[in-house]
């Protein structure tokens, strides 16, 4: 049972949802005597994935293990989330002796995760012994998984590097804070750069975003700009069962918007449009239609009319 990677995973899928957004854990476990530790990335199906850091007869090794999954309905409510490792190679050292990883958690109504276990084709599943989610990682910790050289290093490190303590303010709830409070209107721009189906008025025009869910939400608008296009712009904080009002100017027209929760797994509110956001940090992406972009997510089309619009997330 080599490694553990595993229960990292665990927020690999959401039962409604795939991921809103990139989710960074780190996992360690023992096994036959030697200590494992997991740097768990999950990253929608396709490119979630596992590097585990342990000491193969005095080498340091660390492979990449990709991960698939399956979920089951429990009769309690519940969702058991299982867990496959496969295509396993060597980052540093050799994968040639490490078997995939199986990992299984669950996931009740709240989105809470617990029961984590990890094993592989020869040993049953047991209980990892600890994980956390990772809002920042230092430089120097992330090196340890990744060539500096590769691109994958580099886009983890964009993402959550620090390059000194790990409790640095990158996570997405300080920036949606500090968004919320400091950004009264934020497509400004658009009073006068609106396109030929959209009018102008001297009314400040509003969305209200009402929040019916028991959790906290993030959200992410969308306008068009004539001068730089479909322009998405984010995060706004709402509490949960609370609201928030955003102010659009003089912006009539279509607006998108996307939304997702603070869950682990978080559940996400937004179809029919791929467009262009940055899953942790505030943002503001011109040409979120067209530009090659590292993180697309679905938003919904709204029409705003003048005076105050209403957008309601239910669970």
Known sequence: MK???????????SLTATFAQTALFEIKWISSNVPYTALVVLDGKENSYARVLYNAGGTRTVIEEKLTFNTQSLINGETLVSLDGNSVKAIFGSAESYNPDKFSFQQNEQGEIDNFKVGDATTPLTKVSSFKKLDAIERNNLKQYYNELDAEYTRMFKLY????????????DANADKQTQNETTTTNNNNNNNNNNTNTTTTSNTIMFQNNTGKKIFIAICVFDRANGWTSFGWY?????????????????????????????????????????????????????????????????MRINRGVNRYTFNP
């Open 3 to 13: 490694k553990a990677l595993i229960a990292l995973c665990l927020c690999i899928f």
């Open 161 to 172: 590097g620090t390059n000194g303590s790990s409790n640095a303010s990158t996570n997405r």
């Open 237 to 301: 904080k709402v509490e949960k069962y609370g609201s928030y009002i955003h102010d659009l100017g003089s912006y009539i027209g279509t607006a998108y918007v996307h939304a997702q929760d603070e869950s682990l797994i978080p559940g996400t509110w937004g179809s029919g449009y791929s467009l262009c956001v940055d899953p942790v940090n505030s943002f503001r992406i011109f040409n979120a239609d067209k530009v090659n972009c590292q993180k697309k997510r679905q938003f919904s089309s």
